[in-house]
């Protein structure tokens, strides 16, 4: 017996309906893994909404994290690691509606992370071997030019430690297991990246061919199965193909955005929340 919640065909109706009705494929599935899943419409051939399924977690099942912002203080739930600028990059909540919390490059000569990086993360106890772990967040950036900017999860929080750059055409993986999002402008392109490391195996990386809008708002998504292969998300739509051996299925990961200037002008870098989740193990 199928679980799926399915809407009202209008056309089996002989009087108006007070809305239009979608097809009769769509409608709501219970996922006893993830909770409420509410599958999108499709109208004449084309998608009403865009992107993936939207799900309602059931957090019975499991464990998550989510911060808006609307705080005077970060929560203490998160940690934050700074270069050694004599203007000292930080991460604190930004006065601005709906809460925000901006992340501050520094602006010395040595335009490295060592010396201008601003490291936000949470805790080292999200595993995908647990299952069903994500990463998401929306962020923006002041400008655009200069910078080097990464989001999803990395493997440790003793040190300041950008998880991967990219200059030229040329991938440095810094941590020993890493995924998520890459933008930096000292690329031969300066697009998003979707990267990935495990044990110090480089993944397959991959260009999204986009490229972020200076002080606009995008949502980024990384989502990683049991097996550690990554599936990416650019504003609700998937972006790339799925990566395998994107990161050590059995390493515990913290969820982390570092940011830090390439050149002398400092950067302004705003998350207007952060969510992550897993399976409860």
């Known amino acids: 017996m199928s679980n799926k919640i399915r809407k009202i065909d209008s ?4 009087q108006t309906p007070l809305s239009p009705a979608g097809p009769a494929t769509a409608g709501i599935d219970y996922d006893k893994k993830r909770g409420l899943v509410i599958n999108h419409d499709t109208e004449n051939g084309r998608t009403v909404l865009p992107g993936p399924a939207f799900v309602i977690p059931d957090f019975r099942k499991l464990v998550s994290e989510f911060d808006d912002f609307n705080g005077d203080l970060l929560d203490t739930r998160w940690n934050t690691q700074v270069g050694n600028d004599s203007l000292p990059p930080s991460a604190l909540i930004n006065v601005q509606q709906h809460g925000v919390m901006r992340l501050l490059t520094g602006n010395d000569a040595g335009a490295d992370h060592a010396s201008n990086g601003v490291q936000f993360e949470g805790r080292l106890s999200w595993k ?14 002041d400008v655009i030019t200069s910078l080097a900017w990464f989001l999803g999860f990395t493997d440790q929080t003793a040190a300041l430690e ?4 990219l200059s030229g055409t040329t991938f440095t993986t810094n941590a020993t297991d890493a995924v998520g999002f890459l933008f930096d402008t000292a690329a031969t392109t300066d697009t998003w990246r979707m990267v990935g490391v495990a044990t110090d195996v480089d993944a397959t990386m991959q260009d999204s061919g986009y490229a972020p809008v200076a002080a606009e708002y995008e949502t980024f998504r ?5 097996a550690g292969t990554a599936t990416f998300f650019r504003n609700g739509v998937q972006i790339g193909v799925p990566m395998k051996n994107a990161v050590t299925p059995t390493v515990a990961l913290v ?7 390439r050149n002398t002008t400092s950067k302004n870098v705003d998350v207007d929340y952060i969510a992550v989740r897993q399976s409860r193990a």
């Open 162 to 165: 950008f998880p991967v750059t």
């Open 11 to 14: 056309s089996s109706i002989p």
């Open 222 to 226: 990384v989502e990683v199965d049991a």
């Open 128 to 141: 995908p071997t647990n299952k069903n772990l994500v990463f998401e967040a929306r962020v923006k950036v």
């Open 255 to 261: 969820p982390v955005i570092a940011a830090f200037a």
